[in-house]
């Protein structure tokens, strides 16, 4: 779709929503001369022909028909729509006009000078001998107050002054929005929906409606429109894996059991070693569902949540009123639901990403209350919706809709928080502690061939070091395991040590840091000596950590 088709499509819209008429007036100001502009306490709207408005005084209405540009290829196409207050429009048009045949009695020189003085004082009430009968451009801004501004004799670039001079300002009726692309969420450029919002604090919040101009089609694929409980789980297997998912266990089942086994109710949680594939797993199975398989391509319907250690109540997820920016803050999860509420026939997914870094039971409560009770989350208590940092109207109430899918990733260890009884009986818990490491690396080396010499140099080594230690919850994941296999490789190519003293220096700064006890883990310090015998920088390490247990009766490797 060209540029000229969304302008008319856009036109045709707007006209069918105000209920314009044969005689109603629409001014196009989409071009490069005279489109729309933000100034300082306002906007500009466009630019007019004075002429030609002015003769329109039969007109039952006025449209502006406008459009913003933001980066990177967002288009806010708006309309103003002046009907009740169509005479003071007029009255101001006429005004121009008696100021313009009045400039014929002042000399060319004095108009050089004056203009020159305006260009230093733009906020200066203009004089009559600044019209011209010639000078037919007249620019028209909506300001703060919710009125339009004209003039004729120049530009502003600042609203910030008395504008009383060039009254009498102008009430619009309406104004209509439409967003190109269209997307199935507040996901595009934030200055795009920022700007929806400041237009309502000009106009007024009540006089903003948004329109469904064109199909979501430009971002929302077919396969978009169906549910992971309709499609093959071998088909859904087969995604994870050519995105380059390696789960050996039977993960993906489980996970697709868990996560649908239950229609009105979709919340699970992936539990286990740092590294071993939870977030990728939530985040490789929602696109596998979607019908993608290239990791770079865009995904409106996946929403990442990190959870942060200091939430000790809901806002983190479900928002709060700023009174200082006087608009309904909206997080990731609260976006989620938005648009899986507006998109009741494709499944959303949010990932809270290590949940427990805060006590789940707090910042969850509401949600979880929702899931039992089949509720609404409260927001606010405003009688009507508030303005949502992301563009959208936020009601005081919102159900949580039955096609969003919540998956959370834990880890256990000393930087998290236990998560509560209350938690667990309302989710599936899958453990993903047990990693295949052979399997992952002939796995990567099926996706990445150039890794070939660095995995055959330090899969023995990995292999039986993780063996050993895995027994005592000390194991590493995938993450850990190709990461090595990647310093491998560029020490090969670029920096030329020998392969041993790669290793020996690898599992110093990548494994062994991950050990700590007491004296029933003496075994694991002795038996990774002797693996680690001929690497004299890990075998001092570990020597180290076995002295400490000697002094101190138990050992830390980062203490």
């Given at each position: 779709?060209?540029l000229?088709e969304?302008?008319?499509?856009?036109?045709?819209?707007?006209?069918?929503y105000?209920?314009?008429?044969?005689?109603?007036r629409?001014?196009?100001?989409?071009?490069?001369s005279n489109?729309?502009k933000?100034?300082e306490?306002?906007?500009?709207?466009?630019?007019?022909?004075?002429?030609?408005?002015?003769?329109?005084?039969?007109?039952d209405?006025?449209?502006?028909?406008?459009?913003?540009?933001?980066?990177?290829?967002?288009?806010?196409?708006?309309?103003?729509?002046?009907?009740?207050?169509?005479?003071?429009?007029?009255?101001?048009?006429a005004?121009?006009?008696?100021?313009g045949?009045?400039?014929?009695?002042t000399s060319?020189?004095?108009?050089d000078?004056?203009?020159?003085?305006?260009?230093d004082d733009?906020g200066?009430?203009?004089k009559?001998?600044?019209?011209?009968e010639?000078?037919?451009v007249?620019s028209?801004?909506?300001?703060?107050?919710?009125?339009?501004?004209?003039?004729?004799?120049?530009?502003?670039?600042?609203?910030?002054f008395?504008?009383?001079?060039?009254g009498?300002?102008?009430e619009?009726?309406?104004?209509?929005?439409?967003?190109?692309p269209?997307?199935?969420?507040?996901?595009?450029?934030?200055?795009?929906?920022?700007?929806?919002?400041w237009l309502g604090?000009?106009?007024g919040?009540?006089?903003?409606?948004e329109?469904?101009?064109w199909?979501?089609t430009?971002?929302?694929k077919p396969?978009?429109?169906r549910?992971?409980?309709?499609?093959?789980?071998?088909?859904?297997?087969?995604?994870?894996k050519s995105q380059?998912?390696?789960?050996p266990?039977?993960?993906?089942?489980?996970?697709?059991?868990?996560?649908?086994?239950?229609?009105?109710k979709?919340?699970?949680?992936?539990?286990?070693?740092?590294g071993?594939?939870?977030?990728q797993?939530?985040?490789?199975?929602?696109?596998?569902?979607?019908?993608?398989?290239?990791?770079?391509?865009?995904?409106?319907?996946i929403f990442?949540?990190?959870?942060?250690?200091e939430?000790?109540d809901?806002?983190?997820?479900t928002?709060?009123?700023d009174?200082?920016?006087?608009?309904?803050?909206v997080?990731?999860?609260?976006?989620?639901?938005?648009v899986?509420?507006?998109?009741?026939?494709?499944?959303?997914f949010?990932?809270l990403?290590?949940?427990?870094?805060?006590?789940?039971?707090y910042?969850?409560?509401?949600?979880l209350?929702?899931?039992e009770?089949?509720?609404a989350?409260?927001?606010?208590s405003n009688g009507?919706?508030?303005?949502?940092?992301?563009?959208?109207?936020?009601?005081?109430?919102?159900?949580l809709?039955?096609?969003l899918?919540?998956?959370?990733?834990?880890?256990v260890?000393?930087?998290?928080?236990?998560?509560?009884?209350?938690?667990l009986?309302?989710?599936?818990?899958?453990?993903m502690?047990?990693?295949?490491?052979?399997?992952?690396?002939?796995?990567?080396e099926?996706?990445?061939?150039y890794?070939k010499?660095?995995r055959?140099?330090?899969?023995?080594k990995?292999t039986?070091?993780?063996?050993?230690?895995?027994p005592?919850?000390?194991g590493?994941?995938?993450?850990?395991?190709?990461?090595?296999v990647?310093?491998?490789?560029?020490?090969?190519?670029?920096?030329?040590?020998?392969?041993?003293?790669v290793?020996?220096q690898?599992?110093?700064?990548?494994?062994?840091?991950k050990?700590?006890?007491?004296?029933?883990q003496?075994?694991?310090?002795?038996s990774?000596e002797?693996a680690?015998?001929?690497?004299?920088k890990?075998?001092?390490?570990?020597?180290?950590?076995l002295?400490?247990l000697?002094?101190?009766?138990?050992?830390q490797?980062?203490?």
């Open positions: 779709m060209n000229e969304r302008q008319q499509q856009f036109l045709e819209a707007a006209h069918k105000f209920g314009g008429t044969k005689t109603t629409t001014s196009k100001l989409f071009g490069v489109s729309a933000i100034v306490g306002g906007v500009q709207i466009g630019v007019l022909n004075l002429k030609a408005v002015r003769e329109d005084t039969d007109a209405a006025f449209i502006f028909a406008c459009v913003m540009k933001f980066p990177p290829e967002d288009e806010v196409y708006f309309s103003v729509l002046v009907r009740n207050d169509k005479a003071s429009f007029l009255k101001r048009l005004e121009m006009v008696r100021l045949a009045a400039a014929k009695k060319s020189e004095k108009i000078e004056e203009v020159e003085d305006d260009i733009p200066k009430p203009e009559p001998f600044k019209y011209s010639y000078n037919n007249v028209i801004y909506l300001a703060e107050g919710g009125r339009l501004w004209m003039r004729n004799s120049g530009f502003w670039n600042s609203m910030k008395d504008l009383a001079p060039f009498p300002g102008v619009p009726d309406e104004i209509v929005v439409a967003l190109y269209p997307t199935a969420s507040a996901r595009r450029s934030l200055l795009a929906r920022e700007f929806i919002g604090t000009l106009a919040q009540e006089k903003i409606h329109l469904s101009v199909a979501d430009a971002t929302l396969s978009m429109y549910m992971p409980s309709s499609i093959p789980v071998a088909d859904i297997e087969a995604a994870v380059g998912g390696h789960y266990n039977g993960e993906v089942r489980r996970f697709h059991a868990a996560l649908n086994f239950l229609t009105h979709h919340f699970v949680i992936l539990s286990g070693l740092s071993t594939g939870k977030t797993l939530a985040l490789k199975y929602a696109r596998a569902v979607h019908g993608l398989t290239v990791e770079t391509e865009s995904d409106p319907l990442e949540c990190p959870v942060r250690p939430w000790t809901p806002t983190g997820l928002g709060y009123y009174v200082l920016t006087n608009r309904y803050v997080p990731p999860f609260l976006e989620a639901v938005l899986a509420t507006a998109h009741r026939q494709s499944p959303v949010v990932v990403d290590e949940m427990n870094l805060a006590r789940v039971e910042y969850l409560s509401d949600v209350s929702c899931m009770t089949r509720g989350l409260q927001l606010h009507i919706p508030l303005e949502g940092t992301t563009g959208a109207s936020i009601r005081a109430e919102l159900p809709p039955s096609n899918f919540i998956i959370g990733t834990i880890n260890d000393e930087t998290t928080n236990p998560v509560s009884d209350k938690v009986d309302r989710a599936s818990v899958i453990d502690s047990m990693v295949d490491v052979p399997g992952f690396l002939t796995s990567l099926v996706q990445h061939p890794l010499d660095a055959v140099v330090i899969e023995a990995l039986e070091i993780h063996q050993l230690m895995q005592h919850g000390l590493f994941g995938y993450r850990l395991i190709e990461e090595c990647r310093y491998h490789a560029f020490d090969a190519e670029h920096l030329k040590t020998p392969s041993k003293d290793t020996d690898l599992l110093v700064q990548k494994v062994l840091v050990l700590r006890g007491a004296e029933r003496r075994s694991l310090l002795t990774l002797k680690c015998q001929g690497l004299p890990a075998e001092s390490y570990i020597r180290k950590l002295t400490d000697d002094d101190f009766g138990s050992f490797a980062m203490r």
